[in-house]
């Protein structure tokens, strides 16, 4: 009895596992035969069929082009590189601060924090389009890098659980050769704290190269698209073509498929090692 419940079991857990990897390619596979298909033929077969012809790079060519996309990379790279490098500092240094020194109110502003995060965007977007204008950065590619720069509260909470691993003998032994806290963070704790960077950047990166809203709002000028609102222009109140934003969705994913497999053991290790505390 007891073997067979083990049995079923692990059918369950492999059924899972099936069914969660089908979920996950299905979308993407029918993104992908779409890129390849001509728009009669995208209009006159099923989402599951395979594309006649495999060499039909018209739609990539279009997407690219038509879609000016590499001036969406380039926007989009730059906007990612000032967010990125931004925010991976101010939350080590958050983080930094809240763990090394003990002070009042230093449980208050975690929480604060913590109920900056649970607030929805949507609720203060009136606002902080005001205080955007006002600050004269609409249609500018400087509005969504101040808005990305926002503390991340996930950020925050990884670097304070990669705190904890790292001893605060190191602090006190730079601390005795003459090093400053600015010594000890740039030289002891940003290299330990690298698992916990990359993975932050992927968490991150993801998010805002995927966002549409924040640049569709305040960049609406054609020359500062990124890439997600990019192929925008493809999308009508009369009609879209699907096949062309497929292709152009298929090309905007592989930047993102390079990054994970090229950082991925980073981003195991850093939500695996985040987790033991």
Known sequence: MGQMKYRLASVGKYLSLILGVIVAILPILIVLFASFKTSTEYTSTGVLVPPHDWTNFE???RAFVEGNMLTGFKNTVFILSISLLGT???????????NRFKFIGSKLILNLFLLA???P???TQIATFQIVNGLGLFNTIW??????LGTDIIAVYIFL????SI???LDESAMLDGASYFTIFRKIILPLLKPAIVTVIIIKGVNVYNDFYTPFLYMPKTDLMTISTSLF?????????WEVICAGIMIAIIPTLIAFLSLQKYIYNGFSNGAVK
């Open 59 to 61: 739609n990539y060519k």
């Open 88 to 98: 991976t500092l101010i939350g080590a240094m958050v983080a930094f601060v809240l």
């Open 117 to 119: 995060a649970l607030v």
């Open 121 to 123: 965007g949507v609720t």
């Open 143 to 148: 509005a969504p890098i101040i808005l990305y």
């Open 161 to 164: 659980q990669f705190m904890e």
């Open 167 to 169: 001893p605060v003998s």
């Open 233 to 241: 222009k493809f999308k009508g109140p009369f009609g879209s073509e």
